[in-house]
């Protein structure tokens, strides 16, 4: 209920943790799948949405069931792209 309100509002719960809505966003994103006919990476969805909430900036890195995930050079690139565009 906290994600979709947090999505459906674009903006961060001013109470929030960064780690808790970077990690539960991308649990729900895990589960409900990216977009349906299309292959996304998990993590450029994720920084997609961080960055509508304004909190992407904050976040180099995602731990997640006991793994630690960083955006590689590739990533970076296509949300470079992704932003300009």
Known sequence: MAIWHVLSQ????????????????????????ATPGK?????????????????SEEVEEVKYNGATYRLSARQKLLRATQQRG
Do not use: C
């Open 10 to 33: 674009q903006e961060a719960d001013s109470h929030a943790q960064v780690e808790a809505v970077t990690r539960k966003l991308l649990n729900w994103i895990s589960y409900a799948g």
């Open 39 to 55: 292959k996304r990476d998990r993590l450029l969805l994720l920084y997609q949405y961080l960055d509508q909430l304004g909190l």
